[in-house]
């Protein structure tokens, strides 16, 4: 037979769980919240004319090494696009982003622009011996590559 203190305390080992569960909730919401604000922003500043000036000039060079693309004056697109995409990557890396939300909205984006840019980042960290350089972008493309042969393996 339970006696009151047994029935108190259990109401509140079960309050406590209940106040545990719904900050935890709160928690986790609030970081989708965040990480969508992040990506938002990151989306404003994609939209921006100065990125899609940049972004349009490194599509439309014909350079294949980074000393072509410094003679073919393309060094502050490359950079401006470069450092984006690096930026989101380390954030897909450390899971501060959903690579998912990033697929969705920068997936097309970030696969052209990787293949165009690919061998100027092989020769950059080859000459400078840099074999780190553009790693997040690399990974960022990677990663954006597995999403979608994984929806690809799903729909069939």
């Known amino acids: 037979m339970l006696d009151i203190p047994s029935i108190s305390a259990i109401v509140a080992a079960v309050g406590v769980?209940?106040?545990?569960?719904?900050?935890?909730?709160?928690?986790r919401a609030l970081v989708k919240e965040r990480q969508t604000d992040v990506v938002m922003g990151l989306f404003s500043t994609f939209g921006s004319k100065e990125f899609q000036e940049a972004q349009g000039k490194v599509l439309a060079m014909e350079a294949k090494s980074f000393n072509e693309v410094m003679i073919q004056g393309y060094r502050s697109s490359l950079v401006t696009v470069g450092v984006f995409f690096e930026g989101?990557?380390?954030?897909?890396?450390?899971?501060?982003?959903d690579v998912r939300l990033v697929d969705d909205l920068f997936g097309e984006a970030i696969q052209v622009i990787w293949e165009k840019l690919k061998p100027i980042v092989a020769d950059y960290r080859k000459q400078f011996n840099q074999p780190l350089w553009g790693e997040w972008f690399e990974h960022l493309y990677n990663e954006t590559?597995?999403?979608?042969?994984?929806?690809?393996?799903?729909?069939q």
Do not use: N
Not at 17 to 27: D, F, K, P, R, S
Not at 145 to 152: A, G, M, P, V, Y
């Open 17 to 27: 769980i209940i106040g545990v569960t719904l900050a935890y909730l709160e928690i």
């Open 88 to 97: 989101i990557g380390v954030l897909v890396q450390r899971k501060l982003v």
């Open 145 to 155: 590559l597995k999403r979608e042969q994984r929806l690809q393996q799903t729909q």
